[in-house]
């Protein structure tokens, strides 16, 4: 039996934040250490952060990033640890993964497959490393291989495969196995989006299943960049078995995981297999020795704790809840800002932002505790004396109702109900004589009166406009964060006003379209998530229907109204924009899921999205960063490039017309 410990940590780190990046490596190392890991595996680009961008062609950024490799590299003193970061070779630059054993930098295995899909543009900065090369760079005087490298470390051979060199059918790992193999190390910078934790489990059970290896699973953790967020998921299985699997959507700086793999088992296994999936000369690459043994553990291995809400698959109003909730607390803290402001409308969109930062104290103080919490936040005054997270959000977040002769008694108690219930400050205040000033200044310059029959959208604009300054304002005052408020669904067809409900530096629910947003706070009134529970003060909120309240209140204004049904809504929106389908072919793709909408109905509806859609691709551009959620988004520098001017759809949209005349 030859028994090691094997070690897997995600880190919440920040591009280019040098010292800070450096600290969470070594406390995560000096974990791994004190619980007598022999290897160790952390995320892809860790040193620098894996969201630097254009900054990774910075000269000075490649070579600080290999200074802090040399201070780390001391520190991996009896182990071996994989780290990530940019590496110049050749006057190409590449996505590396240094192995650092006993302090002495082995090699740096590059990755051969980039991520350029999604929100992804690593071909922009990296270059693909070809399979089976190996060159040399000089690193402090002495010469390191880098490319595709299989490490022997005193008898034990690693491979590492990062992130989507994993995910491919070609993967190195199927060629380092062919070399002999032991253990397989993937540092990775996986996004969160919905159900793609099950996706990963598979990855890793399956990777070492066919292998015969041991395989060990480290990603990033926290909204590291601004958009993206990181589950922080680790894993470690050997042979087909999961060993160990560490929590996901921590609040925490890293979290470790560690199991005990038998080397001499897993190649029994292989020796045993009844055909390798690659004969041994399929490798290719160059093995590099190390004379260090690996010691075996002596005491008991620490168990790892999943995180308990983390089911299979994991339930998306949870996963939701949490990731966004994580995603705000790291952002409030990295960009220094002294609490929210929220202009509650005392519907459902503001509400669900004011709902998630309550969730954000809820779930950070349950895992961090009220002090650690505090001091993570150590720009927002007398938060160490909150009681509970409803005092903390009180200290974080103020809330404000402005009202116009448009707006009725029950938003105003469901703004004031919402923001009570959370423990938010509540502030309100009238706005029609700012409103009617604007409006009075306009016709006076152009020598007519505005009338709602004539100019019913400037009408309802100005009125949006007009409370932007105020919150801007008052989160000047507080230097605060003003959060948007606007969801996908109206990002889609530009149901925003610019400069009115789309102001604020964050759009924390802007990934997410509104069919699914009004789910999760019927979910968040009755069930909540796991160890937090319901929010009641939400039922005022659920019991209304979506309403802009722009118009006199006798038009009985309803979202859906102005626009289609929600669902109908999103469900164009994933054809037309996620699947790229013309409007004919999304007309046929959603009539089976709208049998009771007549097929002119649903036409009518489709020619009015594609065309709000690229009326609107300006408004787009301009929207506050949100946070990606899901396999499919409409921020323009993250996931759906669309351009500004375009043919508008004019050829598809006649030949939808055409397809419903004959349909007739």
Known sequence: MHKLRLAAASLNQTPMDWAGNRDRILAAIAEAKAAEAAILCLPELCITGYGCEDQYFSIGLQRTALEMLA?????????????????????????????????EVLGFTLKQHLAGDGIHYEPRWFRKWPTSAVERIELDGREVPVGDLLYNCGGVRIGIEICRDAWVADRPGSRLAAGGADIILNPTASHFSFGKQEIRRRLVLEGSRTFDVSFAFANLL??????????????IASSGRMLAEGPRLSFGDHSLICADIDVEQTRRLKATSSEPSLPPHAYGGETVRSSFKLESPQLPCPVATPSPWDASPPPKNEEFARAVALALFDYLRKS????????????????????????MAKLGIAELGVEPFASRLPQIRDLAGAKSAEAAVGRLLACVYQATRNSGETTRNAAETVAKGVGAEFLQWNIDALVDGYVSTVSKATGRELTWDRDDVALQNIQARTRGPAAWLLANLRDALLLVTSNRSEAAVGYATMDGDTCGGLAPIGGVDKAFLLDWLKWMETTGPQGVGPLAALSVVNNQRPTAELRPPAEGQTDEGDLMPYRVLDAIERSAIRDKLTPVEVLETIRPQFADETVTQLGAWVERFFTLWSRNQWKRERFAPGFHVDDRGLDPKGWCRFPILSGGFERELAALRDYLAAAK
């Open 71 to 103: 201070e780390i590299a001391p520190a991996t003193e009896g182990m071996a640890v994989a780290l990530g970061l940019p590496l110049m070779v050749n006057r190409g630059l590449y996505n590396a993964a240094a192995l650092v054993c006993n302090g």
């Open 336 to 359: 220094r800002s002294r609490g929210f402001v929220v202009s509650l409308s005392g519907g459902a969109d503001s509400s669900a932002v004011t709902t998630l930062v309550w969730l």
């Open 222 to 235: 926290g909204n590291e960049a601004g958009r993206a967020i990181f589950d922080g998921g680790t894993h």
